[in-house]
């Protein structure tokens, strides 16, 4: 099967949020991860998942300057390994504060300003340069400052003017707003944001239509945390459970694959922590689900304040 054949295709997108750092919120990650987590092992993990990924036909890598040295590892990969065609999106706005430390007591810390912006963006392209086709501010929430921030709105439109395309990702029960509101920013009658990336599993759908209306306006839409990171694998509702095994495969195919069953037609992120859970999240680009399994699957949502409360409490480990 060539490249061009793989199921895969430009469906699936590798993230590397739970590589590039020892310590994330992920559930079922710690036993995937080379033991002690050092520096060196975090790096060769993580030049594995990508060999996989690259081989399986993913062409799609997504890093932030939050996620510990996720950028410096894709760069270093992809000086390494020379390989064309690849697709590399990062985000700013948290800065990585943990030090390599697993019991940091702070990870990362969130600033939506225009120096922020220019700090970071110099260090993206510093280490990834012509690589970035997509520059995002990371887990915009309506109430951000960004929005009533001229000096920051111009810089992100000089950006994309610049030929950088430039998108947010989205968090939170109010995503659906921070979204519509996002695609309204406007610079001289040109708009300032053409991707998102929002949260969207079957435990969180609510951004749901807002991400229709994005995809029928011409936007790229990106999906993350499409397994719940880690809920949907390590603690699978009944309903799922039951269909993965009717399915032949695992919970986390089958909730990626309701992902990529949307007719807005998203980009499912996945975020394997290891070699093995990539090949089975790749599994979903094959799963087939029928209209009464999806709607079974719907009925799984939980209402948005609740979910992201749980979310709240998953511990750094």
Known sequence: MTDSETPVGDRIAVGLAALGRPAYINLGRVEALPP???????????YDVLDDAYR???????????????????????????????????????RYVGEWKLDAEVHEVKEHTAARFA?????????LGKAISLYQVHSLTVDSPLFTDDRLIGALAELAADGVPVGFSTSGPSQADAVR????????????????????NLLEPSVGPALAEAHAAGKR??????????????EPPAPL?????????????????????????????????????????????????????????AALAEEPVAYWRHRSCLGWH
Request: no cysteine.
């Open 56 to 94: 399986a036909g993913v062409r799609w890598i997504d890093v932030a300057r939050s996620y510990g040295s996720s950028e410096e590892f894709l760069a270093g990969w992809l000086a390494d390994r020379g390989h064309p065609g690849v697709t590399v999106s990062s985000k700013w706005g948290y």
């Open 221 to 234: 839409v990106l999906v993350k945390e499409t397994v719940a990171n880690g809920r949907l694998v390590v």
């Open 119 to 127: 700090e970071q963006w110099t260090e993206s392209a510093g280490l």
């Open 241 to 297: 459970a039951r269909i993965a095994r009717d399915q032949g495969t695992g919970p986390d195919a089958v909730a990626i694959a309701a992902v990529l069953a949307q007719d807005w037609r998203p980009i499912a992120v996945v975020g394997p922590s290891s070699t093995a859970q990539l090949a089975e999240n790749l599994v979903a680009a094959k799963v087939k689900l029928a209209e009464d399994e999806l709607a079974e699957l």
């Open 181 to 200: 509101r996002a695609f309204e920013l406007e610079v001289s009658g040109t708009p300032v944001f053409s991707a998102v990336q929002s949260t969207w």
């Open 36 to 46: 002690g987590r050092e520096f060196e092992a975090m790096r060769a993990a993580t």
